[in-house]
């Protein structure tokens, strides 16, 4: 039977909504501004790393994408605008390019993309008769090479072989005989290759002598001694070599020294240049020397 | 004295801290409602309108943010009887206020209206001997007061130095500087049950919360309801709340008496509910819709539905006039006016310059009550409603959130107690620094 009388909840009691202990720490909890934030932004991030983690750790979705990846890569690579094609080679003798073509790539097309344009300048740097070189891929496919080759300027004997030196004392080249270069000054000796610029000076300062040099020769790593043919030396000082040897040159201009029977020719001290004779010369002055004293003794 | 004052202190540092963090809550624990304020404190005039007219009394400094009220549950008398009820009454308020707030609160000030309080004149005399009164003097002076046996299972809740006296000048605010011999200083001390305060604060820590500040709800409600000239010449606030009527005399701008009557809205409903044999939640209706204190002609006319559900025709179509329902509030309401008169006499309230009064709280909404009250408290009575703060919604702005009002003052600007001053060195531990350097200073 049903009742009459409509009874409802609310009117026995008066409702009392309260947030349960929990609700009201959750509440708490995601006011707090810091664990809002970790909450807000950290995990959707956990959730995509998550996600993305799952996905990359088969080895065929790895795969997959590396293949989604380069084929476009390959094809935009390949495009015919960015094919190297040709590669002329600028500066440089016959020598050095034939060396420099060795290092580059031989087979044409490449793309451009293939190449290391920072390592081949590198590997060609690294030769020796080249002193900087610039590579670039240029217009219409072309990988241009322009080299700066060393310029020897002087030859430095280092026991058998020949050494081709430039300017800063590198070593650009060898040659099998003084014959081959007989424009450049020959230098010789220990350290002689790090006073380049100094030999160049004496050797400019030989002037009439030039024709009889031989060479220059490094002495105890700190002079130089100038060789002339008929093995005559001049023994230049450490310091001020070239005002030394202008000496030498107006010596032999004006008693024309060196054409003498004279070894040595020794400007180590300043003060006091010294001469040395050959054997049979200082024989026969001392010979004439005695000579003379004894024909005084008989007068 | 000493460990006494230390859960106040703990207190007062717990409150800074929360003004630091710029969120603090205010929880007023009422007999019929709970209500809660989040309160955001930004430094002073954040929120100062353009127009250039600067706020009052330094209230611009915070702003409420959130506001929620619930209807209590547990409360009686306005001390806590069932916890887990008044904990989930506490949660509702909270959880609700932090809501509109979007903002976490760790820290509560809450106020109480029952647990008996009690008021206490102290006074204490120090000779400062013709030296400069310094901070150490005013701590030692209050130290010296001597407090009465107020009981093992009371508590202190308020204990504010309302005058100091320096030989034959009274009415000194702030004595440190002047120079005199004799200085003395008047205290009023309120102290309430301790096990109230107990249960506040267990049922704030059930509710993650920490408690940095409590306070009597009379104290501030008369803080929110009486203007500033009233504060200052002498005025009772009478704060009608639901179970408890709080009384609070001030004069001076300090609270010089502290009282509560055990009665109040709730005992008027009750009497409606048992007069007209009808629910209590009809009987609260229909005194807040229809209920007066001054009956009139036409209330005889006015007939008023009081229902029910019985099904008994007869029993559910039963009317009552205006009048009869005024006849049965009047009494009691006069029972509660003329029991706070008892309690003013008693505290010698018409010595004061000021004879001002001052009804607040939600049982003031009574229509007729200030004409009522002006025949039992005197000539000088009216009827007061919070002052108002910034954010305060529109739902909160009545003379019920007058003591909630009152916290939210007494949170941003609360005057000094006994605790906020310096410990005197005699009560320092036996080795600490200060006190050397206080003989030090007395003996060279």
Redesign the interface.
């Known amino acids: 039977m049903r009742s009459?009388?409509?009874?409802t909840a609310s009117?026995a009691a008066?409702r009392?909504?309260?947030?349960s202990?929990l609700?009201?720490?959750y509440?708490?909890l995601m006011?707090?501004?810091g664990f809002r934030g970790a909450v807000r932004i950290g995990v959707p991030i956990l959730l995509i790393v998550a996600i993305a983690g799952s996905w990359y750790s088969k080895p065929e979705n790895r795969a997959n994408l590396s293949a989604t990846i380069a084929e476009p890569k390959q094809g935009f690579q390949q495009r015919p605008q960015l094919m190297v094609q040709t590669m002329p080679v600028t500066g440089g003798d016959l020598d050095a390019m034939t060396e420099v073509t060795a290092l580059l790539p031989t087979e044409f097309p490449f793309s451009s993309f293939d190449l290391d344009l920072e390592k081949i300048r590198a590997d060609i740097e690294a030769l020796d008769p080249i002193k900087s070189a610039s590579v670039r891929v240029g217009q219409a496919g072309a990988l241009e090479v322009r080299l700066n080759p060393r310029v020897p300027v002087a030859l430095w004997r280092d026991g058998a072989t020949l050494r081709l030196i430039d300017a800063e004392g590198i070593q650009s080249g060898q040659i099998l005989a003084r014959a081959e270069r007989l424009d450049l000054p020959l230098i010789a000796g220990d350290g002689a290759e790090e006073h380049i610029a100094e030999a160049l000076e004496i050797f400019d300062a030989a002037g009439p002598l030039i024709t009889r040099v031989r060479g220059l020769v490094r002495m105890g790593e700190r002079r130089w001694d100038m060789v002339l043919d008929r093995d005559q030396r001049i023994l230049l000082p450490g310091d001020r070599p070239v005002s030394a040897l202008d000496r030498v040159i107006a010596l032999n201009q004006a008693q024309d020294m060196l054409n003498r029977d004279v070894a040595v020719v020794d400007m180590r001290n300043e003060a006091r240049p010294t001469l040395r004779m050959n054997e049979e010369a200082a024989d026969a002055l001392r010979r004439v020397s005695t000579t003379i004293i004894d024909d005084g003794a008989d007068n | 004295m000493g460990d006494l004052y230390d859960s106040q202190r703990a207190m007062r540092q717990m409150r800074k801290a929360a003004m630091q963090r710029g969120v603090v809550a205010i929880l007023d624990i009422g007999t019929s409602k709970i209500a809660c304020l989040v309160l955001r404190f930004d430094g002073p005039e954040q929120f100062r309108s353009s127009d250039g007219v600067g706020s009052l009394a330094g209230q611009s400094q915070f702003r409420v943010i959130g506001a929620a009220t619930t209807r209590s549950r547990g409360v009686r008398f306005g001390e806590i009887e069932a916890m887990q009820e008044t904990e989930r009454a506490i949660r509702t308020a909270v959880q609700a206020a932090q809501k509109m707030a979007n903002v976490r609160v760790d820290h509560v000030i809450a106020c109480l209206s029952g647990a008996r309080p009690r008021s206490y004149g102290l006074d204490g005399t120090l000779n400062v001997a013709g030296g400069m009164v310094t901070e150490q003097d005013i701590s030692q002076v209050m130290a010296s007061c001597d407090v009465p046996d107020y009981g093992v299972d009371r508590e202190v809740l308020h204990a504010q130095p309302v005058n100091f006296a320096l030989d034959h000048r009274s009415g000194l605010a702030d004595p440190r500087g002047q120079i005199g011999n004799e200085l003395k200083t008047d205290m009023h001390m309120l102290t309430v049950d301790a096990t109230a305060i107990q249960n506040i604060f267990y049922c704030i820590k059930r509710c993650d919360l920490e408690l940095a500040g409590i306070a009597s709800s009379a104290y501030v409600s008369g803080m929110s309801s009486l203007v500033e000239d009233e504060q200052e010449l002498g005025a009772a606030c009478i704060d009608l709340g639901g179970g408890s009527t709080g009384i609070s005399v001030f004069m001076k701008k300090h609270m010089i008496f502290a009282d509560s009557v055990r009665m109040g809205g709730d005992h008027v409903t009750s009497d409606i509910s048992m007069g007209l044999q009808i629910p209590t939640a009809t009987a609260e209706r229909i005194k807040t819709f229809y209920g007066g204190v001054m009956a009139t002609g036409m209330d005889d006319r006015e007939m008023i539905e009081i229902g029910g559900d019985t099904g008994d025709w007869e029993h559910d179509r039963r009317t009552v006039s205006r009048a009869e329902l005024i006849g049965i509030m009047r009494p009691r309401v006069e029972e509660i006016l003329e029991e706070v008169r008892e309690r003013l006499d008693a505290a010698g309230f018409e010595h004061l310059p000021g004879q001002q009064i001052v009804l607040t709280g939600g049982g003031s909404q009574i229509p007729g009550l200030d004409g009522l009250a002006s025949k039992i408290l005197g000539q000088q009575v009216r009827l007061g409603r919070p002052l108002r703060v910034q954010g305060l919604p529109q739902a909160a702005i009545g003379p019920a959130f007058s003591s909630a009002v009152g916290l939210t003052l007494f949170a941003a600007n609360p005057q000094d107690e006994w605790w906020d001053f310096e410990i005197p060195a005699e009560n320092y531990p036996a080795r600490s620094l200060k006190r050397a350097v206080k003989w030090f200073k007395d003996n060279w």
């Open positions: 009459l009388i409509r009874r009117d008066p009392d909504p309260a947030p202990r609700g009201y720490r509440q708490r006011l707090t501004p």
